[in-house]
């Protein structure tokens, strides 16, 4: 029997513990906070409104124009207030617990929040173009059949500072600073990383307003993009609000099929899907929605497959392109990859009816830095591994 399982989220909250939003040594985190919220936060602390608003201003340009992290850098900010701010506030950045390479040139880094929650970002480098790829939550509560992260038993929301501060410790690694306008070699940023971006609607949307502002690391929108896996009522905000590429995790065009490996799929079905595309503000034939396609061997993947989607596509009139994502592998998956040929034929016949389906290069899959295969290295070892590494650390520490 096909028991439905609750499907939690943002409509349907869960709870989903959110980031305490000042530090334990008590000072608060200026990264993430809106321009409004900063002079707020200044005024809180007691200087004047006329100058908490100038200051605001200073410590936005200073902290997402040039990436200054201390405020003795602030050379406009008359150095009497330096210690004053530093006793106050931090310009942070997560912990990177660890960074990896892969042959490709791919690099994943284990980032770590203030209260220890794990979570990873990648970078993927090519010819014309690099992109960001950016996590939204520690876990996933959408247990996607085929993805890692679904697997993770800890699921929190991250906050505004901790999307931004992936975007800021990549310009850090990249030595990227001050922000310029040209030759930059992050350009792109997916909202593909960890986690369901939707669900943690406002965390992302404020984290997105300030990736893209102009006195900032002004990214355009149109080098933004946030895949969901369908969270349909959150579709129009993130038009509205957000205004950014929309990719969506398809993988499937029939209900029995996309109700197992997408099971989110049994509260917003398909057609409810596909019409929320069809209702995204701003999608045209300049900027298509991009469907993830995940290739899973007899599971999706045959030729009548391929017509449904093209027939889907053409019924809702969709400004789309097809992305065909090789099934990425990892340790106790119950699926396999389609064949190439089978990878080939599929798009060609996406391709035929005058679709674009281009099959993406799978990239660091050495360091297991691929889509679907983001699952942080604590939660890979068992509770009972993580008490033992603890207490030799305590017995070290003496
Ligand atoms: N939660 C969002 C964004 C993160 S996942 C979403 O699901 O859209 C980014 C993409 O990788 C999604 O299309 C996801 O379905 C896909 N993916 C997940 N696991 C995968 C795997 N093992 N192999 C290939 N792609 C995978
Ligand atoms: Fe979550 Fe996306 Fe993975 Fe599904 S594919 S479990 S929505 S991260």
Redesign the pocket.
């Known amino acids: 029997m096909n028991v439905l399982m609750p499907i939690p989220g943002h409509v349907d909250p869960v709870p989903v513990p959110r980031a305490p939003s000042v530090r334990a040594d008590g000072r608060v985190d200026l990264v993430g906070l809106s321009r409004a919220a900063i002079r707020e936060a200044l005024e809180a602390a007691g200087l004047e409104p006329k100058q908490a608003k100038l200051r605001a201003k200073q410590l936005w340009h200073w902290i997402y124009n040039r990436g200054a992290i201390d405020f003795t850098a602030m050379t406009d900010i008359a150095k009497a207030q330096h210690p004053w701010l530093a006793e106050r506030f931090v310009v942070g950045r997560p912990e990177v617990v660890e960074a990896q390479v892969s042959t490709d040139g791919t690099r994943k880094w284990l980032l770590r929040s203030e209260d220890g929650q794990d979570f990873e970002m990648v970078f993927i480098p090519d010819a014309d173009r690099g992109t960001l790829c950016v996590s939204s939550q520690v876990g996933?509560t959408?247990?996607?059949r085929f993805?890692h992260?679904?697997t993770m038993r800890l699921v929190r929301n991250l906050t505004a500072g901790e999307i931004v501060g992936q975007v800021m410790l990549a310009r850090d690694a990249l030595g990227e600073w001050p922000s310029q306008p040209e030759g930059r070699l992050l350009t792109n940023i997916v909202m593909m990383g960890?986690?369901?971006p939707l669900y943690n609607f406002d965390n992302v949307r404020d984290a997105l307003a300030i990736v893209m502002d102009g006195d900032g690391l002004a990214l355009s929108k149109r080098r933004i993009t946030l895949s969901t896996?369908g969270v349909v009522p959150m579709m129009a905000r993130a038009g509205a609000e957000i205004g950014v590429n929309l990719a969506v995790?398809l993988h499937a065009v029939t209900k029995e099929i996309r109700d197992e490996i997408?099971p989110?799929n049994r509260k917003y079905g398909i057609e409810a899907l596909l019409q929320a595309c069809a209702d995204y503000p701003g999608a045209n034939n300049a900027r298509r929605i991009t469907f993830e396609y995940v290739m899973l061997k007899d599971k999706n993947d045959s030729d009548a497959d391929a017509r449904e989607l093209v027939r889907l596509i053409r019924k809702y009139r969709l400004p789309a392109k097809v992305n065909l994502i090789p099934f990425n592998l990892w340790p106790g998956a119950s699926y396999e990859c389609s064949t190439p040929e089978r990878v080939r034929a599929f798009s060609n016949i996406i391709f035929e009816a005058g679709i674009s389906a281009p099959v993406r290069t799978p990239r660091g899959r050495d360091i297991d830095a691929a889509c679907?295969q983001l699952k942080t290295a604590s939660e890979k070892k068992s509770r009972a591994e993580l008490d033992r590494l603890a207490e030799e650390k305590q017995a070290a520490l003496g």
């Open positions: 996933c959408l247990n996607c993805c992260t679904g960890m986690g369901e896996s995790s997408v989110l679907g």
